[in-house]
């Protein structure tokens, strides 16, 4: 009997990977605005489409608790943005209005400057060290969907990139510097990915939210190119919505004990 059952239950386990695959290409199909074709969806999608490790985590700690695989894909967490530590609730009120202002509401002598360099741990962290930033948060933009968390992102199906906003004064830092310490940082030929983070969530942009941040962009990608014998892979768009990311993931390498102060120069360590 027992042997049955582990069968029925091989059996049942199959059954739903089968469903679970189908309706990730529905799914994908729905969120990324990309139509699936007939004959896609015949195809193993092991061949197709590699889940991510949190996708599979989700699946099988749905299927494993008898409750069904789709629902802990479609599930959607959601983010109290009011618990968040200024900006992060200026920033939702933002996003929620579909908004990617230039300057502060609370504070309009600071600007604002978006920039998405890999896993947005350690560009925070660089960029909480420049003199003349006020306020930094991390979170999400460019994507298709309102309000996505952490997990959602990073399954691929909401296409938003993490991402790093920056509140500054430009009496005392310039948007160039901005540029200087995303560049310094990053491989800008590398797509969709920095290092061994790989994935669209992890594609690194620069979004400005003037048209002087657009012309000191377009300078400065220019300027670097030469330095690199691929092209420049690093996105160049104007800003979107900008949604805060879940209040652990903010300043998160601070919190964990490394240097933040104006003008330090410890290495950053993205992962302990």
């Not at 509401?105 to 003199?131: H, I, M, S």
């Not at 005392?172 to 590398?190: A, E, H, K, M």
């Not at 620069?206 to 690199?228: D, G, L, R």
Request: a positive charge; one cysteine or more; charged letters at 20%.
């Amino acid at each position: 009997m027992l042997q049955l059952s582990r069968m029925s239950r091989s059996g049942a386990f199959v059954a739903a990977l089968a469903t679970v695959s189908a309706s990730a290409w529905t799914l994908q199909s729905k969120f990324v605005g990309r139509p699936v074709a007939s004959s896609v969806a015949k195809r193993s999608v092991a061949a197709l489409h590699r889940p991510s490790s949190s996708q599979l985590n989700m699946f099988f700690g749905s299927f494993f608790s008898n409750g069904n695989p789709l629902d802990a894909i479609t599930k959607k967490k959601t983010i109290d943005y009011k618990t968040l530590d200024h900006p992060g609730p200026e920033l939702a009120a933002f996003a929620e209005q579909g908004l990617a202002p230039a300057e502060s509401l609370r504070d309009p002598n600071l600007k604002l400057a978006t920039f998405a360099g890999g896993c947005f741990w350690g560009l925070e962290l660089a960029y909480q060290r420049v003199p003349g930033v006020a306020y930094t948060a991390v979170g999400y933009t460019h994507g298709d969907v309102e309000a996505p968390t952490y997990d959602y992102v990073c399954s691929g199906g909401s296409g938003h990139t993490e991402a790093v906003i920056v509140y500054y004064d430009p009496k005392l830092c310039s948007y160039n510097q901005l540029l200087d310490v995303l560049f310094g940082r990053i491989d800008p030929t590398q797509v969709n990915g920095q290092g061994n983070d790989r994935g669209t969530q992890y594609r690194t942009g620069v979004y400005f939210h003037t048209p002087e941040q657009e012309q000191a962009a377009k300078a400065k990608i220019e300027q670097i190119s030469s330095k690199y014998r691929r092209p420049i892979a690093t996105e160049l768009k104007p800003a979107q919505p900008f949604w805060p990311a879940e209040r652990y993931h903010q300043q998160y390498l601070e919190k964990g004990g490394q240097n933040a102060e104006k003008g330090a120069t410890d290495q950053i360590r993205c992962y302990g």
